[in-house]
């Protein structure tokens, strides 16, 4: 399963620790094996027949946010997080997934792919209660902060394709779960900013969950139809372009897709043309000029980096220019707002009292800036950023969300 | 060997949490940034000198091996279980105790990264100077048991200069304290100098006291490029010449700049043999009249391009580069070996050429790097450690390397360290003397031979 790449690649570790201090969970830590250097070097052993795949390494392997800041902080160039994917996806076949996360992805698969968001929103809230015994909290975040489920999924409430006069852009709009399932009003803000952009919108109705949450913890069988299906899809829509409000889902159509079918054996090409027309949302609305539009919004906006838009997608200007441009709205830069927010995932309900400590400091870095507004393009972020909040009146916000704000005035 | 009732003695000391025996672990401080790995048979975390001198007692009683470990950053194998036994490691060790303004000092626990502890005192304008390229992985107290150097030695020269004194403990147990607060002090011998670069052989070092600098007003980093080695070397040669002394002089060969340019896409040429690399700082006036001056005697020795940054973010992004040249070396081949030896600085043109040939006569790949202010040379040896054939003649080529150095009166190491890697050729450079002597210092400090066995003395020939 690991490629001949990957395999030579961890030969180029240096082992010089570069890698050490920025990664969130060493930090916590600090112990060896919660570094990447530790990682990498323990997959090393096991390659060479020094270490047995133990539950352990598993384990050490799972303590990890794939938040990426190894692999751009790697002088020597290696890709570490996609070496601990593939480990993973290593690990799990031999041992299957453990006990709660097994129940889990079943859940989440079934017999078609069930959401992610799904599970966070509907199945926690009660049939799953039980088993989480921790004082009303999955992991670091209580329950009453858990989004409701939208009333009814996106997806059926919008026409496929959603037409205006004479076009200036055709766009196919990938939705993600979150919207999907959690929170429409991003769905509904994206439409409606593209459409009075006179932007001709695809929103296909048979669009599946991206699969990336489940991929990422190493059980790419599982995820594997819905990315077939995803790729077949888009392929069959004539578009300029793919535009994604997720981080998630973005970097999974950007950069995972090609990568993950490489090393699944199948075919690439036309997850690498797919690849090629993906924008995140922010991207693509920079192309605009927004400014004449938009309308004073009193406040401040402070903005959160995602892994998954920064490290995984390499954008970083946009959607601080986005919000930049909303007349009247400040905005203030927070301290190391490029640093993982400590959720990860199933990271933060796996592993709560390092995730608790890394997002303290997000916390912190926000709560400094005195900002009423947090904006970031991750549901998953703005989830571990409000469940852990101590203020009332800081709203954790999509920055499509704010534009859409702006422009209705 | 040990026990169990050792580990259980250990265990009382420091609760469970802070001792890891499991084989993951145990692998995992096998290594440091050398080629070559031992297995320690435990990895112990203090958080303060109490359990530190505890631990020392129950490994002096039962002779049990123990070695100190920072990041593990080192690149002489210093931090390894070479013999096995504890390694005994400071991350969890890490806080800043005290930042004094007004007698511009800080005191702090070993386990601190350097540059986290630069972050913090230059928030308030002061100033530590020693910045080896390891900088943000590196521990205060391993830079100080390396005596580390870096790419400001020229104008600020190394750790050492900054230290004014150390709390120790010794292999017994015992807590010793060297040095003081004040500026200026001679009250018997020097042991934080003797301590500081010994290589973590004859104290554990718990808590380190150093020295700050008001931070420099102004910077400016200039980047000159050129078309042979020599017209570099001859800028150097001028700037030392002329009086003139620049924070850093850093010197890049032809495979350096590929390699940094397929890491960072700085923009450099790819057709040029070498980029000097110079920051200037201090008030602002001298620093533009300094940038000025220096830029000319790029232009007189032939330098095809230089460019002065004008933004503190330029200069940054140009440092991080340089910071991160020796991984970015290292992505062309599996392995890279550093040398690290150092000529008198007006033999260091010469010297660059001189391994360029033994590179070639050997045929292994070589780049070289040099903190070219101080004539500090680190050659980059690119080579593959499972194959054999060609690490003998990497072998062969690093020998030929320290004889050159040898006879113009060289070392055999600038800043990182005799270690393992370099203790066959100790003899080339101290006398049997010299090395009896600090072979009776070693015993001195620790007779019963626990600390950090199969260090530089004792793999010396
Ligand atoms: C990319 C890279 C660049 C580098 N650049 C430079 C450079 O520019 N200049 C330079 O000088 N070095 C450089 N080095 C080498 C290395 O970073 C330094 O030697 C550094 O000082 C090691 O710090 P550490 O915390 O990693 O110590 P370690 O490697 O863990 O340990 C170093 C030594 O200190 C001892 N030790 C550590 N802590 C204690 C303690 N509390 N008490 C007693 N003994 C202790 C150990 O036993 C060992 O002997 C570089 C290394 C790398 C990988
Ligand atoms: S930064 Fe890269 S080369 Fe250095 S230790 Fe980490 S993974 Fe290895
Ligand atoms: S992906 Fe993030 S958490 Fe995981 S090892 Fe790399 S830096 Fe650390």
Known sequence: MISKNLREEVHNCIKCGICLTPCPVYKQRLVEVASPRGKVQLIRNIMEGNLELSENFVRILFTCLLCETCTVNCPSGLKVDQLMKAMRVKVIEKFGLPGKKKFLFELLTGKRLLPFYLFWGRVLRNNLLPLFPVKGKVGTIPLKKFPRLNRQPFLKKIPEVISVPEPKGRVLYFTGCATNYLDGEIGRATIEILVRLGVEVIVPKDQMCCGLPIFLAGAPKMALPNILKNVALFNRWDVDVVVVECATCGAALKKEYPHFLKEMGEKTEEAMALSQKVLDISQYLMKFDLGKMLKPIKGKVTYHDPCHLLRSQGVKDEPRALLRQIPELDFVEMAEADVCCGGGGTFQWEHPRISENITAQKIESIEKTKANFVATGCPGCRLQIFGNLKKDGVEVIHPVQLIFRSLSG | ?461
Not at chain 2, 86 to 111: D, Q
Not at chain 2, 220 to 249: H, K
Not at chain 2, 425 to 433: A, E, I, K, N, T
């Open chain 2, 1 to 461: 060997m040990l026990t169990e009732k050792i580990l259980h003695e250990f265990e009382t000391i420091l609760g469970k949490e802070r001792i890891l025996t499991s084989k993951e672990d145990l692998l995992s401080y096998a290594y440091d940034a050398y080629v070559e790995e031992y297995l320690p048979e435990a990895v112990l975390f203090p958080k303060t000198s109490a359990e530190v001198s505890q631990i020392m007692q129950v490994a002096s009683t039962h002779r049990i091996f123990v070695t100190p470990r920072g990041a593990g950053s080192g690149l002489a194998a210093c931090s390894l279980a070479k013999q096995g036994g504890v390694i005994l490691c400071f991350t969890m060790m890490n806080r800043i105790l005290e930042i004094n303004k007004p007698n511009r000092y800080a005191i702090v626990e070993p386990g601190v990264v350097v540059s986290e502890f630069q972050k913090e005192v230059e928030k308030i304008g002061l100033f530590y100077p020693p910045d080896p390229g390891s900088a943000t992985v590196a521990t205060m107290g391993g830079t100080v048991l390396m005596n580390a150097g870096g790419m400001r030695g020229i104008k600020y020269g190394v750790t050492r200069d900054y230290l004014m004194g150390l709390q120790g403990v010794l292999p017994s147990g015992e807590v010793i304290q060297t040095g003081s607060l004040t500026a200026k002090d001679v009250t018997g011998y020097d042991l934080t100098r003797l301590i500081c670069g010994s290589e973590g052989t004859l104290a554990v070092v718990t808590r380190i006291t150093v020295r700050l600098l008001p931070k420099p007003k102004a910077r400016r980093t200039l980047q000159a490029i050129y078309n042979t080695i020599d017209q570099a070397g001859n800028t150097v040669a001028r700037i030392v010449e002329e009086g003139i002394i620049p924070a850093t002089l850093e010197l890049m060969d032809k495979m350096i700049i590929k390699a940094l340019e397929d890491y960072a896409h700085l923009g450099l040429p790819l057709d040029a043999e070498a980029v000097l690399l110079i920051e200037v700082d201090g008030d602002p006036e001298s620093v533009e009249k300094q940038a000025g001056i220096i830029a000319e005697f790029c232009r007189g020795q032939g330098a095809r391009d230089v460019r002065v940054s004008q933004s503190e973010k330029e200069s940054e992004q140009l440092w991080m580069a340089r910071r991160g040249a020796f991984g970015a070396v290292a992505r062309m081949r599996p392995t890279c070996v550093i040398e690290d030896a150092t000529v008198p600085v007006s033999f260091l043109t010469r010297a660059i050429k001189e391994v360029i040939t033994i590179a070639q006569r050997n045929q292994v790949q070589i780049a070289v790097l040099a903190h070219a202010g101080d004539g500090n040379l680190h050659p980059l040896v690119l080579c593959d450690l499972r194959d054999k054939e060609e690490m003998k003649r990497v072998e062969k080529a690093m020998d030929e390397i320290v004889d050159f150095a040898m006879s113009v009166g060289g070392v055999l190491s600038g800043e990182h360290g005799i270690g393992i890697a370099k203790a066959k050729y100790l003899p080339r450079q101290l006398s049997p003397q010299t090395l009896n002597l600090m072979r009776t210092l070693k015993n001195t400090f620790d007779p019963l031979g626990i600390l950090n066995p199969g260090s530089f003395l004792e793999c010396a020939p």
